[in-house]
């Protein structure tokens, strides 16, 4: 249990789909975060909040769309997806945005097939 | 460009000392951390670095050397338990990424 929940565990679209990744965290934490875990690459930050408020946008498409309604949850919605967009993803919180000494508390994540 | 470099296999065997290195190309980063990822789990915090030297949690020690642009993971009386990947990462003086994350180093622990 890392006190970040991320649904679903596993998720198969098709390209003309609308689905949503949904994340949560139990930890009164400030910041939420985005991630993308494909194989052999590093870890790509898509999305940061931070007290509810977009801080960073990672030059990701438009069919990944981040929604914050509160500080303990976090969405990405998705549309019109590409099956090169097949990958982890990964949800992520941390006290404060300043990572020095907030280290990251991450989801499970969600596992993605785009077909 | 920003850059971390790691191994991306080791193996070794159970009760052994592995270290698993980072080198990186940045102009300045406030500290390394490293964090574990068994597979199908959430990557979870190992250790920080803020300042050159040894940083010692119980079988783990990480390392850093600025002068060097190079730090390390080490792991003592390896446990199957261990065989994980291992991601260094740094946080950058400059812009506002939280996090810059190596391609991970996939640990073998074999008996």
């Known amino acids: 249990e890392t006190g970040v929940t991320q649904t679903p565990r596993h998720l198969v679209m098709g390209m003309t789909n609308k689905k949503s990744l949904k994340c949560e965290q139990h930890l009164g934490h400030n910041a939420m975060y985005w991630y993308k875990q494909s194989a052999k690459k590093p870890l790509e930050l898509m999305f940061v909040y931070s007290l509810e408020e977009r801080v960073e946008n990672n030059s990701v498409p438009s069919r990944f769309s981040p929604e914050c309604p509160n500080s303990s949850h976090l969405f990405l919605h998705l549309h019109t997806l590409q099956p090169e967009d097949s990958a982890l993803y990964l949800c992520a919180s941390s006290q404060y945005r300043d990572t020095s000494n907030s280290p990251l508390h991450f989801g499970n994540g969600t596992r993605l097939t785009v077909t | 460009g920003q850059s971390l470099e790691q191994p991306s296999e080791v193996t070794a065997v159970e009760g052994a000392i592995v270290q698993i290195n980072c080198t990186y190309q940045t102009s300045g980063f406030y500290g390394l951390s490293w964090y574990q990822q068994h597979d199908g789990g959430a990557p979870t915090f190992l250790s920080y670095?803020?300042?050159?030297g040894l940083e010692e949690t119980g079988r783990f020690s990480s390392f850093l050397s600025r002068s060097d642009s190079y730090g390390y993971l080490l792991l003592q009386e390896l446990q199957m338990k261990d065989s994980a990947s291992y991601f260094c990462?740094?946080?950058?003086?400059?812009?506002?990424?939280?996090?810059?994350f190596g391609k991970g180093t996939r640990l073998s622990v074999i008996a």
């Open positions: 670095n803020a300042l050159d």
């Open positions: 990462a740094v946080r950058l003086v400059s812009g506002n990424t939280p996090l810059v």
